[in-house]
Nanobody, 123 residues
Framework: QVRLVESGGGLVQAGGSLRLSCAASGSTFSRYSMVWFRQAPGKEREFVAVIRWSSDNTYYRNSVKGRFTISRDNAKNTVYLQMNSLKPEDTAVYYC????????????????WGQGTQVTVSS
């Protein structure tokens, strides 16, 4: 069982930056793939970025490549999402999720979810 708690969301102007954190419980954090999804009002939840157990192995949705960076600190059981050059279309609730066996882009593949943190980007 893994418990995930996100933090770091807020209101920022377009072009600004935020860093989201996701703190995980459990002693086997380093074995989990960690992923960020987001959901805007009236839209489906969409994949943002994933980091596998090896911190060198990451993957991003095209619209955030070059602007967002996912990273993890296994000693702190925490995964981060550094978001730069934010755009109004990045406005959403951001969720982190974890799974031992999956590292894909489909939300249904992930067993453990946080409660989400709101990111609002004003124009």
């Amino acid at each position: 069982q893994v418990r995930l708690v996100e933090s770091g969301g807020g209101l920022v102007q377009a072009g600004g930056s935020l860093r989201l954190s996701c703190a995980a419980s459990g002693s086997t954090f380093s074995r989990y793939s960690m992923v960020w999804f987001r959901q805007a009002p009236g839209k489906e939840r969409e994949f943002v970025a994933v980091i596998r157990w090896s911190s060198d192995n990451t993957y991003y949705r095209n619209s955030v490549k070059g602007r967002f960076t996912i990273s993890r600190d296994n000693a702190k059981n925490t995964v981060y999402l550094q978001m730069n050059s934010l755009k109004p279309e990045d406005t959403a609730v951001y969720y982190c999720a974890a799974d031992l066996h999956s590292s894909g882009t489909d939300a249904s593949d992930y067993d453990y979810w946080g409660q989400g943190t709101q990111v609002t980007v004003s124009s």
